[in-house]
């Protein structure tokens, strides 16, 4: 076959899952000696092209070529043989053995039959020199930090493959400085010619490692290019796929009257997760959270629920200190939170729409004090009408139900709690068209009412529709706060690409 | 590599303390004599412990070793005394259908991925049930084999003797020990009991490790019942009822993590002459039930957990401050 120059190339890879197809006609080539970054937000069709080229998944359509050949790949273990290694965002080695047979496991070098131990750690320490590691190779795994693991990750999968390393999110659990390590080895994996794929949503991360960018948007191949010639905006236009800049300011509505501070964040953060904020939110607005996956939203709504508990910073309700270390202590406080992962953390699957509507609030009320079944059928079935919740019988299991209507639920669940703060993370992420204007009128509604809410999306023009306020979010930091006729699409594009105003602006 | 030492290092100094406040109270136990009967009286249960030690530290349990040993006995005795078979062939039979009864486990655990506490107490069933169809009595040995290797015997300076059947759980402790730390496969059952995700995305062969590690069990459990069936020179179907919790307990009390992933095979022979050390206390007292040897065993398996508990919680906080 004719030499394509490319290490590991994808042509016209189609994958189709029931319905949905998750990759049309997608091509993909990796050169020796690059890294090549993959974007997309979420359900772009990043993870089931990285699970096709490591064999994890196969192809509805199209090949996948190794060295210019076309190659099968049924499973990681054979795309190993043809040189694919790949390290996940959680190092998946074992944290109960020693360093040195975490590299070796599998290949351990053998003295009549048995492993023979000093060799196996005598290699292992010059593998951890050559990625700058002085450790004791036969020290356990899981007694050395994330960042090690992950380099040890790394070094096994270069190790065992060679040519291709696909890096799936290897930075999400590191900080700065361990973020700076691991791209000083993948530049110096680089120069020894290796081909590497690197995934990941810190934008700054791709411009600083990264030569050329694939770009996915709803399965489909939007563009590869070398990354020398585009800027942010180029490349968060590109992931969105709006064409926005130009908009310039809309007519937005005046700011409305701000009604009294109920929360006042200062400094509010959590290592690892967060970079201290700073945010007060009055009761009867609506506070939008814009960012790209990964740029800390999520963690946001997490550490103003509790869900993670902040280590620093103050928290005034109403003008008084108080500390929410639980979800139990927002509840009490009159917080809501509808998470993003609606399947995983928010309902409950097989119990009843009627059970999940008043969970909360039996949660708040406590042991003994239990809501008679009265008394739930009245509070589930006032919700059911108001917000139209379209379920054959309120003591359905709700995973029957459809996503607008599960969401309708949750919302009702914390509705019921009597609410003065709620927290909403994509609550019109995958549902159709009629629950999704329900949501958006209760949004409203509830703000004209009096609650404060915060809404994390990633649909730019919903956001802008009710937010009187936008916080921006990039790299797990706070990097804007627009208001007025800063709310705009085009402007926070901006914004999250590359931030010109300083933080809290 | 230290913390996974630490259990094993507090069984010791147990063992070595208990032992000293027993000599103490009766100086006659510190005796080659008394050290040989040790090896002699534990030696089935310390052979089952080994095939135990390998199961847990894979992450699993197996129930049915018990059984296995009381299947073997009986299955052995009629082979012997009823169908005139000499001993050795009886022995191979046995091992081989210990090993193909372990393999199916193994098999059903693995593909039908249920618990092996399930499996192996449907096993535990098998094999108990089975051994009583044979037949519901004590079938006695009379072979000049059993004899001849009953005088197999090394005698010790101060009338100790160390018997072939402690000779061989001390051989068996030791290829269990070269198997779990200097093999691959030994890595494999390690790796099981660590994450089992991680190991096959690492390119364990999981399917075959954990039926290795189940037929390893059931041969070393029927290995036991030989064993026994030497040390009593019958086959009884009852034989050996609970050696699966006494097995375990010797595992834990060894400093192996019942979560799987961490433990060495030389710990879980330090639990079983702990047990053994109990057991022969209680004898030279004389006053003392011998269920005294349950309650004992029973705090110290609690003693153990916790122990290993407040060990893993520590350092697992000591790797979110560093």
Redesign the interface.
Known sequence: MSDTGYALEARGIVKIFGNHVALDAVDFGLRPGEVHALLGENGAGKSTLIKILTGAYQPDGGMVLADGEPVHLDN??QA?THGIGTVYQEV???????IA?NLY??H?P?RF???D?RRMETGARGILKRYGLEIDP???L??H?VAVQQIVAIA?AVELSGKVLILDEPTASLDRNEVERLFEIIRDLKARGLAVVFITHFLDQVFAVADRVTILRNGKLVDTRALDDMTRTDVVRLMLGKDVAFSGATGVEDARPMGEVLLDFANYGRKRSVHPFNLTIHKGEVIGVAGLLGSGRTEMARIMFGADSADEGILEIAGKKTSIARPTDAIANGFGFCPEDRKAEGIFGDLSVRENIIIALQGKLGWFSALNRDEQMEIAGRFGESMDIRAASLDMPIKLLSGGNQQKVILSRWLATDPAFLILDEPTRGIDVGAHAEIVRTINRLRDEGLALVVISSELDEVVAYSSRIVVMRDREMVAELSGENINPGVIVQAIANHREGPSA | MSRSMRPLLATAIIFVIAYALAVMQFPTMFSTRVLGNFLTDNAFLGITAVGMTFVIISGGIDLSVGAVIGFTGVLIAVLISWAGWHPLPAFALALAVAATFGGVMGLAIHYLQVPAFIVTLAGMFLARGGASVITQDSVPIHHDFYDWISELIIRLPGGGRLSFIGLLMVAVFILGALLAHRTRFGSYVYALGGNTVSASLMGVPVARTTVGVYMLSSVLAALAGIVFSLYTSAGYPLAAVGVELDAISAVVIGGTLLTGGYGFVLGTFIGVMLLGLVQTYIIFDGTLSSWWTKIVIGALLFLFIVLQRLIFAASAQGEKAS
């Open positions: 990681p273990q190993q998946n080695l074992l944290p109960n053995r020693s047979e496991l599998g351990q053998t039959g048995l492993v131990r036969s020290s356990e899981g007694a930090s096994r």
